[in-house]
């Protein structure tokens, strides 16, 4: 009580690299000092933190990063409010898309790095179906799994924050929609409140009979968000000339030992001339702003509904993720560590 | 010695389905009557049997086309002449490819079928380089792999029938290109006669040093017809936004059950941006006659050296198959029931 507290960062970190099962004894809670931004850089008071099961694969092996080391803050995807910046072009007051923003309440990032974003919608939809998660299901399906009307589409993971707008743009494109999830509470929300046309549980006793009645055409497309078992249950379902889009393999983060492939890899790649695709979104970062637009548009019009869930305090960050990979989850998933910035905007 | 013999079909069937590996007690020798066209057939003299992993897959499950039964005639592709038909368009003496010609001395096929040929080389080549074969690495490359100049493309099964010509059509198209066989007699072969840049053996000790020796700038296009632990390894030596031409599973077909998928499908699929593709050569029939004119002009000015192996008899086709199997072959393989046609051409 005798001086103000110092204003310190505090931050998340890796206190140990996971083995085998993430927990949350995986992580530790640091108070570090407010770092300066040097020339070049900015100073960002982080907003909304976005848990993503990439948050679990940085710490497994290098994939388009080094891998997450002990020590380290958790790396993530945030948007943040810039309050400082020294010799950049970037104002003050501006609402910026960091990459690496990380689990800590301020972080200090390249110029470079960020995207400064037009906010035309709270900040959770930037982080949600305008951001990272709704531009992903965005170019998966345009640039990979290219949908026609009257293909049948089946979305993995299809709940969450990719998945959801995966299944209502597919909807949009025209094609029948089919949800895959772990969970019957989900699967309903999905053909009740989303329009999916039909949803299956991959715990089901019969799942390929459940395929079968929910793709009475068999399956076009497979947008496939999840990897595993259930991909290779799939691949004997599609069509001649499907074609799978590689989003995600979230049944494989959580292990130190990815298990082996799909049975049918290659073999039924040449029966049914099927073709499988890998894509990552910073490939098509020019056209970002371009693709939001389109995706705000279909928000403001009500013809998709984004599914978000803000969790409040950094503290909660490790369980929200833990949640994500344990499929708690509905929609997308995000941790406030701040409230928005009023919308009178910025001032320099 | 006191008449004639009367005129046989003699064929080879399937004596029982294999469970396991095969061997030649699967297969039985039976004479049958020649047997008459009804009309829109021919029947057909059979003088080329193509010989292909794919006579050992279709013992094993419905492929694209049903299973081969015991008692069934193998099932093969064949070139030879219409000596009789029923009102068909075919005129006596043509030559014909026919899908399904078989094991056996005549054949009756329907005149819908079969793709009489402008015979423009031996036989030998129309069944090789300008034939199944050849056309598969043509449109694999052209259609799926699409290798660029200064790519680096590797090719397994290298000096069988597709892969020694993908990887001279790969050489023509200005890639670097490196097979993979499993014996080094066959390596030296493709680097000394037919302009190979490397050459790898899948059993060395030490495949991945060797590959990345091979490859030093990693590898941007596999043609893969094999599958298996191959496919496994060569997906952690591929750049960013390579493309696997997935041709055939050679390695999978001598089996009951199929072994799982490679290890990094999908995940590496996606870090890396890869794409997968089965393909199968009847989807570019209608394209068949102007890629067969297009490797004709390379055979005839010597850009591309066909390796064919011809052997004479019938009876050796379950011989023939079982070399092919455990990689005894080099180049084409084949069986010659009869001599080519006189070319001075058929008459009605």
């Not at 993530?76 to 923003?101: K, P, Y």
């Not at 929609?177 to 991959?202: I, M, Q």
């Not at 799909?262 to 049914?272: E, S």
Request: charged share 20%; glycine share 10%.
């Amino acid at each position: 009580m005798s001086s103000s507290p110092v204003p310190v960062n505090r931050q998340i970190v890796l206190a140990s690299r996971p083995t085998g099962r993430l927990t949350t004894s995986h992580f530790a809670i640091v108070d570090e000092a407010i770092p300066e931004p040097a020339p070049g850089q900015l100073l960002v008071r982080n907003i909304l933190l976005s848990i993503d099961p990439a948050n679990r694969a940085w710490m497994q092996a290098a994939t388009y990063r080094d891998r997450l080391e002990a020590g380290q803050v958790i790396d993530a995807f945030t948007l943040g409010e810039v309050i400082g910046q020294r010799n950049t072009n970037v104002a003050i007051g501006a609402v910026v898309e960091c990459l690496h923003g990380g689990w800590q309440e301020y972080a200090v990032v390249d110029a470079e790095e960020v995207r400064v974003i037009d906010v035309v919608a709270p900040l959770q939809h930037h982080m949600g179906c305008l951001g990272i998660t709704g531009l992903t299901a965005y170019f998966g399906l345009d640039r990979i799994a290219k949908v026609k009307c009257g293909e049948t589409l089946v979305v993995s993971a299809a709940a969450g924050a990719t998945g959801h707008i995966v299944g209502q743009l597919a909807k949009l494109a025209g094609a029948r929609v089919v949800g895959v999830t772990g969970s019957d509470n989900k699967n309903r929300f999905l053909c009740e409140k989303l329009g999916f046309d039909a949803a299956v549980n991959h715990h089901s006793a019969d799942l390929k009979a459940e395929l079968d009645a929910a793709c009475p055409s068999g399956i076009d497309v497979y947008f496939d968000n999840v990897g595993g078992p259930l991909l290779e249950t799939i691949l004997r379902h599609m069509n001649v000339a499907g074609r799978v889009a590689c989003c995600g393999v979230v049944s494989q983060y959580d292990s130190d030992s990815p298990a082996p492939g799909p049975r049918g890899v290659p073999g039924l790649l040449i029966t049914k001339r099927l073709r499988m695709e890998g894509f990552l979104l910073t490939d098509y970062h020019d056209e970002w702003h371009a693709a939001s637009s389109v995706l705000a548009d279909h928000v403001t019009a009500g013809r998709i509904t984004p599914v978000e869930a803000p969790v409040d305090g950094l503290q909660h960050a490790p369980q929200a993720l833990l949640d994500l990979l344990a499929g708690r989850n509905l929609g997308k998933v995000m941790v406030r560590v701040a409230d928005d910035p009023k919308p009178t905007g910025g001032q320099t």
